[in-house]
């Protein structure tokens, strides 16, 4: 197995995790509440964001590992 391959597969379990990291994020970060029939729904917006920005960046990791393990090496 040469290096290229082997950066390519540590490329995408990377991905994998920064994109379990970031929906988590995402998901943590709206909470609603009730109160006197009136649905108050809370969320920290700055976080929220970074939730996006790491799943952004897990689906360009995922691009590069996918794009080292396709690419022939002559």
Not at 10 to 37: A, C, M, P, Q, W
Not at 48 to 74: D, H, M, P, Q, R
């Amino acid at each position: 197995m040469n290096t290229r391959k082997i950066i390519g597969v540590l490329l995408i379990v990377l991905s994998l995790g920064l994109g379990y990291f970031g929906l988590n994020k995402v998901s943590d970060n709206s909470t609603s509440i009730e109160v006197l029939d009136l649905k108050v729904d809370l969320s920290n917006n700055s976080e929220k964001e970074l939730g996006y920005v790491y799943v952004g960046l897990a689906v360009l990791v995922l691009g590069g590992g996918l794009f080292l393990l396709k690419k022939n090496s002559n």
